[in-house]
């Protein structure tokens, strides 16, 4: 199954970002498209497809081509208030055809980095949009800022047949997930799921592997999922990052999994613990 938020159609067109009058040729011709986004980044869906407007004078960005078509978003002169994922937003999204989620994701992600970055973090001058909306320019001391993308690593440490998972006391009930953590400054995508896993369960880890990335636009994470193999079962949970963890079997997953029940609730399909789990559980 394909992570959530991916798989996107959009020719991004790095190409033309650099060109400030091609861009501005696109934003004016008749089939170009706005991304229309309502309170919180609502997308406002028409059926299983985002919903479009014309193009509008204001801050754009370009998020690419659609078959040709060029397709905008714009950035909110108020500095829309970016409330976070709420039930009408997700309800949204999982009606969303695939492809779509990926598209919305990354306007979602680059438009809000826009409203929460309009100064430069160097000399503190407002900064100018550039390249089509993929970066910011400060007038005053030349900087460059590009919008940022947050590498955290998710993963399910194995020991013996069964996945360590493990919940936050604000989730729902019932449900678990896999760890995960950010990666700091100058560590490996290795040590720190090494690390996040020491840190929160008191569970060493080795002979950690790849298994899939999604973007996370709340507002802009990178999931890098792993599997790890565990040294020990015995568990030292740190209570101030987890509520709880536990140890599942494959029989367990695959079961919660297929909507059946079982000693957790799994992670919704468009997060990639889900994904995680279902490489976990079905080979
Ligand atoms: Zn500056």
């Known amino acids: 199954m394909t992570p959530g938020f991916t798989g996107g159609p959009l020719d991004r067109a790095d190409r033309l970002r650099h060109d400030a009058e091609a861009v501005a040729a696109l934003a004016r011709r008749p089939d170009a498209r706005l991304l229309r986004l309502g309170p919180g980044y609502e997308p406002q869906p028409e059926g299983d497809r985002l919903g479009w407007g014309p193009v509008e004078d204001g801050t754009l960005v370009f998020l690419g081509l659609d078959g040709g078509v060029p397709c905008f978003a714009a950035v909110p002169e108020d500095g829309m208030a970016g409330s976070f994922r709420s039930p009408s937003l997700m309800a949204a999204l999982a009606g969303l055809a695939p492809g779509e989620a990926a598209t919305w994701a990354a306007a979602r992600s680059v438009v809000d980095w826009h409203v929460r970055h309009g100064f430069c973090a160097r000399c503190g001058e407002a900064t100018a949009v550039i390249r089509a909306g993929w970066a910011r320019r400060c007038p005053r001391c030349t900087a460059e800022h590009f919008p940022r ?8 440490a194995e020991h013996e047949g069964r996945a360590l998972l493990g919940r936050q006391a604000s989730w729902p009930a019932g449900r678990y997930s896999a760890l995960a953590g950010f990666v700091e400054p100058g560590e490996s995508v290795e040590e720190a799921v090494a690390r996040e896993v020491w840190e929160e369960a008191g569970v060493r880890v080795t002979d950690v592997r790849y298994v899939a990335s999604q973007p996370w636009p709340f507002p802009s994470q990178l999931m890098i999922a792993c599997l790890a193999r565990a040294e020990s079962d015995a568990l030292t949970v740190d209570r101030t990052e987890l509520e709880d963890a536990i140890w599942v079997s494959r029989d367990q997953v695959r079961a919660v999994l297929a909507g059946e029940a079982g000693p957790f609730v ?14 976990w559980a079905n080979g």
């Open 149 to 156: 993308t947050d590498p955290v690593v998710i993963m399910v």
């Open 266 to 279: 799994p992670p919704p399909a468009y997060a990639i613990a889900h994904t995680l789990l279902n490489a």
